[in-house]
């Protein structure tokens, strides 16, 4: 079992922003896959960002490059997911997941990942 929280979720202002943790705890973090998701009202949860479990590859969506950064710091078992020029639409609560034996196809489908935090709201005004 992996158990994961997160946290920094907040109110914002457009443009703004902010960075969000994920601290885990239990089985080895090192060998799972982490990645953030997001999920509005009425909306399936989306992909935001993945981490190789290595920490050596990112990915993103394509709504978020160049101004999400994702990143892991195995030592202390917890991922980050740094967020700027921040808009209203990116409103959403905010989740952090763990997958092992994961390939690169699936890193973009929440149902893939086993296991999940309980998810930090980030609110983004205009």
């Known amino acids: 079992q992996v158990q994961l929280v997160e946290s920094g979720g907040t109110l914002v202002q457009a443009g703004g922003s902010l960075r969000l943790s994920c601290a885990a705890s239990g089985r080895p973090f090192g060998g799972y896959t982490m990645g953030w998701f997001r999920q509005a009202p009425g909306e399936e949860r989306e992909f935001v960002a993945a981490v190789w479990w290595s920490g050596g590859s990112t990915y993103y969506a394509d709504s978020v490059k160049g101004r999400f950064d994702i990143s892991r710091d195995n030592a202390k078992k917890t991922v980050y997911l740094q967020m700027s020029s921040l808009k209203p639409e990116e409103t959403a609560v905010y989740y952090c997941?763990?997958?092992?034996?994961?390939?690169?196809?699936?890193?973009?489908?929440?149902?893939?990942?086993?296991?999940w935090g309980q998810g930090t709201q980030v609110t983004v005004s205009s």
């Open positions: 997941a763990a997958a092992s034996g994961i390939n690169r196809a699936q890193l973009f489908k929440y149902r893939r990942y086993e296991y």
